[in-house]
């Protein structure tokens, strides 16, 4: 049986999927770690007053869990979209923004403005957009954070 190649980073429907998979694939282990010990330091009493209520597995992560970790989830979700804007390297290197222009980004279409069209003017303009949005984002965060309670992890 034969199978003829495949040409993933050649499809333009596909080649931003295989290049934001070995991203979330490195990201997985330590955020699921996270998690887990989030959700470990939700009281059980909680879990188990929804269920007497009647909430099944989706009703006890939507009322119980999620409310609980929310700050977690907006944490982690800031950290993942600045993050993603460092991740430009993977895709040069995987297909260099294209085929056409698929793939292209932000970060590397600041990188092509300045080193290859050398236009430095532009590609500092840009950085500084770059720069005052993920700043604003994060000012969203930090205001959001700041009415949060926290609470210490119970020991086990």
């Given at each position: 049986?034969?199978?003829?190649?495949?040409?993933?980073?050649?499809?333009?429907?596909?080649?931003?999927?295989?290049?934001?998979?070995?991203?979330?694939?490195?990201?997985?282990?330590?955020?699921?770690?996270?998690?887990?010990?989030?959700?470990?330091?939700?009281?059980?009493?909680?879990?188990?007053?929804?269920?007497?209520?009647?909430?099944?597995?989706?009703?006890?992560?939507?009322?119980?869990?999620?409310?609980?970790?929310?700050?977690?989830?907006?944490?982690?979700?800031?950290?993942?979209?600045?993050?993603?804007?460092?991740?430009?390297?993977?895709?040069?290197?995987?297909?260099?923004?294209?085929?056409?222009?698929?793939?292209?980004?932000?970060?590397?279409?600041?990188?092509?403005?300045?080193?290859?069209?050398?236009?430095?003017?532009?590609?500092?303009?840009?950085?500084?957009?770059?720069?005052?949005?993920l700043i604003g984002f994060t000012l969203?965060?930090?205001?959001?954070?700041?009415?949060?309670?926290?609470?210490?992890?119970?020991?086990?």
């Amino acid at each position: 049986l034969r199978v003829a190649p495949q040409r993933w980073l050649e499809d333009p429907n596909l080649a931003m999927l295989w290049c934001v998979l070995p991203t979330v694939w490195a990201g997985v282990g330590p955020g699921s770690l996270i998690y887990q010990a989030a959700l470990k330091s939700i009281p059980e009493e909680l879990f188990e007053a929804a269920a007497v209520c009647g909430a099944g597995f989706w009703g006890r992560l939507r009322y119980v869990a999620l409310p609980y970790i929310r700050p977690l989830v907006i944490m982690n979700f800031v950290g993942v979209f600045i993050g993603t804007f460092k991740s430009s390297g993977y895709i040069l290197i995987l297909t260099g923004g294209g085929p056409g222009n698929a793939t292209t980004v932000v970060s590397l279409e600041i990188f092509y403005e300045a080193y290859a069209r050398l236009s430095f003017g532009t590609a500092t303009a840009m950085s500084w957009l770059l720069a005052f949005s993920l700043i604003g984002f994060t000012l969203f965060q930090i205001r959001y954070l700041s009415r949060v309670e926290f609470r210490s992890a119970r020991a086990a």
